[in-house]
């Protein structure tokens, strides 16, 4: 889409040239009163970073586990290392056990209804956990309470803030579901099941400076929120499995053939994507370091906010190099059954991998990461650090779409660490938007985008069932949530950017907050005091009505009249939310002339009058020609010749 440097003009008309009805006296500083409080502390400052006293706990991860096919289960141990960088001493962590959301009784499927939705789960019997420690110093302790999806560890003695240290282990044991609420679970193919596999292991919640402890259980829509910290992990499989997971495979050589691990070598070198197993190795016991038995594949991933994996004997498997700014390179690969593969489906997987990082790492923020997996599975789309979880289904487009989104949330949230079970538009809104100008890019354009036609979601914005996007997504109406979570805050960005700041302006800002906030926990109050502090904008008027209002856009032209060889433009606002007026003018020799109102303007009132001079004689007025902003009654946007004379 082009973009235009608009001039802004401030000069406007004395009232002591104009006929009364032109007269502009009113105040209207309604719609310019920030309602919501953003004033800074000393952990969040109001320019919009983290204050001097900022803190975030750490947990630091070694997980041995092993898969059972036979069983569908998961056994495992897990050492958590937890350091309190809080000011605060604790007398216990709350954990998380995310596969209790599958038991009859847990809260989460008792607000299911009965016809059932996107989150239902398998009725199973949740997680086993024994031989629980938590060490402080010389003191353990092995006292715990469950509740629901959520674990209290007591500990014997106060963990001291300000960095002391606990060691907290356990026995863990699950049965893996089919149906994983479209986020995890199996998928049974020709070649075999394939096991993807998520919220699979006890980890500790976010003490932080809003909430103190985050404990909102697990009921469906709501996501996941973490603190940072290095991941060890241990993965054991039957011989003939591969295991793919967030992070580097530390042991290739152990647990792939030479002739696999020459192609593993070479895909890492390789801007083509390069075959590691074909569909015809698919079941061969040659590829893999061992011919019976099981063997162990060892992923390590740093200062992330989560693991996941998958695992299967039915993979293909192929991978190419992608390339970031600094010089870096890591893998791009690629595990999927053959009943995706094709060139117009599964196979382009690592292409579109490929291209999603290398775009996303040099626009906005390099990718942190040394490998990007995505895994075909029974799931829609779900992300996790380094991995995505796609549809097995998908082709074309649908999978570059979904390939790309689950991507580009390595940026939202898993770098920049909102916290998704309260905020879902911080991270599924922030990525939607980064998704539009990635898709624009692939290949000259390749698929469309259906955020460049905003007015095609006009039926929702007018309807009286829409909810506001800071609506918390276990609390939303299910019909409203790709609405409220994903389309209208990316609408708002492509706003922001394209018609209110400008790219420059925008794209600084922007930048400037995820490297601010990489690695941390934003708050929505950081992102708008730091977008407003880096683009040198007050923005509460379009902050506080677009994220926390259900009000429309809608810019009329009134009239139009020349007098005196001047011409006099009447506009209005009839919407809930003012925008500055951006506006093409065409004269009657077939040239153009743009021209913009600020904002401010609506201070005066819901109607505005403005002169301006020229020679030229008017054919037609169009506000906003590149159709960019969502307003909801396009019918009044322009005005044809049809001009009266005083």
Request: overall charge negative.
């Amino acid at each position: 889409m082009n973009k235009i440097n608009f001039l802004f003009l401030a000069f406007g008309l004395s009232i002591f040239t104009l006929p009364s009805a032109f007269a502009q006296l009113d105040n209207n500083q309604s719609e310019f009163n920030e309602f919501m409080d953003r004033s800074g502390n000393v952990y969040r400052s109001a320019s919009g970073k983290p204050g001097p006293e900022y803190f975030q706990n750490e947990a630091d991860y070694t997980i041995k586990a092993n898969l059972d096919p036979e069983t569908h289960t998961i056994t495992g141990r897990i050492i958590m290392e937890y350091t309190n960088n809080s000011p605060e001493d604790l007398d216990y962590i709350w954990m998380y056990l995310e596969q209790n959301r599958f038991t009859q009784d847990s809260r989460g499927t008792l607000t299911t209804p009965v016809q059932g939705n996107r989150y239902n789960g398998d009725p199973l019997d949740g997680v086993k956990i024994s031989n629980l420690q938590a060490k402080v110093k010389r003191s353990t302790s092995t006292k715990h309470l469950i509740t629901d999806t959520r674990m209290q560890v007591f500990f014997d003695e106060p963990l001291k803030g300000s960095g002391g240290k606990a060691e907290v282990s356990m026995n863990f044991e699950f049965e893996i579901p089919v149906n994983g609420m479209d986020r995890m679970g199996r998928l049974s193919t020709q070649n075999g099941e394939i096991y993807a596999i998520a919220q699979w292991f006890p980890q500790v919640a976010v003490f932080d400076d809003i909430e103190g402890w985050n404990v909102e259980p697990y009921l469906g829509a709501g996501e996941f929120y973490y603190d940072y910290g290095d991941f060890d992990v241990e993965i054991t499989v039957p011989h003939n499995y591969l295991v793919v997971a967030s992070g580097e495979l530390q042991n290739p050589k152990d647990v792939l053939s030479s002739k696999v691990y020459d192609r593993y070598e070479k895909a890492l070198e390789s801007q083509e994507t390069v075959t590691l197993i074909s569909s015809d190795e698919i079941g061969d016991s040659s590829m893999f370091a061992n011919q019976t038995g099981t063997q162990t594949w060892h992923y390590e991933i740093e200062n992330s906010r989560d693991f996941a994996f998958a695992a299967s004997k039915a993979f293909i498997w192929d991978g190419a190099q992608f390339n970031l700014p600094s010089g870096k390179t890591g893998l791009a690969h690629s595990a999927y059954p053959v009943e995706s593969n094709g060139e117009n489906a599964w196979s382009r997987s690592t292409e579109y991998s490929k291209a999603s990082i290398e775009y996303y790492s040099k626009k906005w923020y390099e990718y942190p990461y040394p490998s990007a997996v995505n895994v075909a599975a029974d799931i829609g789309g779900m992300e996790y650090p380094g991995l995505n979880f796609c549809s097995w289904k998908s082709t074309g487009g649908s999978l570059w779409g979904v390939t790309d989104h689950e991507f580009g949330h390595n940026w939202f949230p898993m770098i920049v660490g909102s916290n998704e079970r309260r905020y879902a538009w911080m991270d599924e809104g922030f990525n939607t938007f980064i998704n539009y100008y990635s898709t624009q890019a692939f290949n000259d354009g390749e698929y469309p985008t259906r955020l460049n036609q905003p007015r095609t979601l006009t039926g929702w914005f007018l309807s009286e069932e829409r909810e506001g996007i800071n609506t918390y997504p276990d609390v939303a109406n299910l019909r409203n949530l790709g609405m409220i979570a994903y389309y209208k805050p990316a609408l708002g960005l492509v706003t922001l950017r394209e018609y209110i700041l400008g790219e420059e302006r925008f794209d600084y800002a922007f930048k400037s907050y995820i490297e601010t906030w990489a690695f941390k926990h934003p708050q929505p109050k950081d992102f708008f005091n730091h977008m407003e502090n880096a683009a040198g904008e007050n923005l509460s008027w379009f902050f506080d009505a677009w994220f926390y209002g259900t009000g429309n856009i809608d810019l009329a032209i009134d009239s139009l009249i020349e007098r005196d060889g001047a011409y006099f433009l009447t506009v209005s606002n009839n919407g809930d939310i003012p925008m500055p007026v951006h506006m093409q003018i065409t004269f009657e020799d077939g040239t153009t002339e743009k021209k913009s109102l600020p904002v401010e303007i609506w201070q005066r009132g819901d109607t505005w009058t403005h002169k301006f001079e020229t020679k030229k004689e008017i054919k037609s007025i169009e506000i906003d020609p590149e159709k960019i902003l969502m307003d909801v009654n396009f019918s009044n946007d322009s005005w044809p010749v049809n001009l009266y004379k005083d």
